[in-house]
């Protein structure tokens, strides 16, 4: 019996353990279902629900380990979510915006401040107001931080002009702006180029391919293309766009333009200090005079370069106007026989007058070819010879000489005086002849009985000086010691001579 019982006793082991098991189990399953089910009835939004699992495996077991799918449940709703915007100045990002659902307080919160986004992971919140407050406080979205656009606009180089570009600025359009980040946020974008976007930036109104602003371009590199090199006795000068560019006026606006009174004065400015820089005529000169060492060649008389002005400038005018690009002289009234750095400008070939010694030289070649006595015009106000550098202005043989000419009467002359050799030196009528009625030269006859202007000379003397000079030679003129001048003698009352110079030729 006793063994029979401990038999009992080991089966009933055997099978109640099982049992307990068994019963433990169920009632484990089932405490699962209870749970399972308050949870799934407890939320009316699928990302909430996604929230409250998360919670309740954190409450499940503080001893599991936590997987992958655990980790993405704990991440808060959108917070992996932003936004890049380009600026022209800078960028900016957007995030931290979204708040979901259920944990917005709907009767605190204005709907049309609201709105909803869908991501990846569920449809998120945000408030309109929000995300306003963030783009404007962007430091692009400050007036102090926004550059105006600047118009393509003409600009003066070194010898012309060119178009210097547009420059569109920084100046936002900001309710443009705030739209088209909104609509990016709406659309889930990851980046915002508002470089790219059209009216969200203010343009320049005038860009550099603007057909106006390139015909004016044109027109003024026109005005200013032209270049003339002129050849100086000297040296040489080129008139271009290095200069001709400054004759331009730029107006209030930056603009340039051509005003003709203005560009007129420039180049009548331009051709005045050209003549005075080349001019001799008029220019004191010192001279090497024969057997007293240098003189001061007073600066009257003809002899040299002069710059006709008025017809340089009309041609200048042309030149500039048509673009012309040349080299040439300028436009003379006279050039001088010899270069300027030839015996200061007299060169070797000259006629030498010393009206105190009453004594011509002609030189040739540097050498003295010819010399005689003369007289000179009477040391009065009216008829003494001026001193300076002249020129020879003709030669003319078989010559009829004439006085003043009578008021009142055609072609009737105060004297009239055939002379052999005639060879002018001055427009007023001076010049070299022969005077076959004086009897003597040289000495002081000038002082009290001289000629009325001229350089009276024996006939031989003014054969041997008409072979050698020639046309556009220098006459030389001083008077190597002082002088006094008599006042004018009163006109000489008379019938005059008649002569007819049409006549006669």
Known sequence: MGTNKRKSEGRYRRLVLPLVCLIAAIGILCGLFVIGGKVAGSSNHNHKSIGSVAALSVEASDTQSAGPEETELKQ????????????????????????????????????SEQRTVTTPNGDFLYKVSDLQNMVNNFPEMQ?????????????????????????????LDKQAVLRAVENAVSGCQK?????????????????ADNEALNQQLAALNQAVSASITYTLPTSTRTLDGSTTVNWLTQNADGSWT????????????????????????NSDRTFHATGIGNVTIKGTGYYGYEVNQSAEISQLTDELNSGAVTTREPVYSVTAYASPDDNNGFGQNYVEADLSRQHIWVYVNG???????????????????????FML???????????????????YYTYTQPVSYWMPFTYSGCGMHDASWRGAFGGDIYIANGSHGCLNLPLDAA??????????????IYYSAGYTLAPAPAPVQTEGVYYDKNAAG
């Open 367 to 389: 050498q003295v070819a010819y010399e005689t006595d003369c007289v000179s015009g009477t040391m009065n106000e009216s008829y003494h010879t001026p001193e300076g550098a």
């Open 258 to 281: 051509k005003d003709d009174a203005a560009w007129n004065q420039h180049i009548a400015d331009y051709v005045a200090q050209l003549a005075a820089d080349t001019d001799t005529v």
């Open 463 to 476: 054969a041997q000086i008409y072979n050698l000079v020639s046309v556009r030679e220098p006459v030389i």
């Open 393 to 411: 202005l003709n030669k003319e043989k078989d010559a009829t000489l004439l006085g003043d000419q009578i008021a009142g009467k055609e072609n």
């Open 191 to 207: 980046e915002l180029d508002l470089t790219t976007t059209d009216g969200i930036y203010q343009s320049a109104e005038i860009s």
């Open 76 to 111: 808060t709703p959108g917070e992996d979510y932003s936004l890049t915007v380009k600026f022209r100045n800078g960028q900016e990002v957007i995030r931290g915006i979204f708040t979901d659902r259920a944990s917005s307080d709907a009767d605190s919160t204005d709907e």
């Open 143 to 171: 007036d102090a931080n926004m550059t105006q656009p600047v118009n393509a606009r003409i600009e003066k180089t070194d010898s012309g002009f060119a178009i210097a570009p547009q420059s569109d600025g920084t100046v």
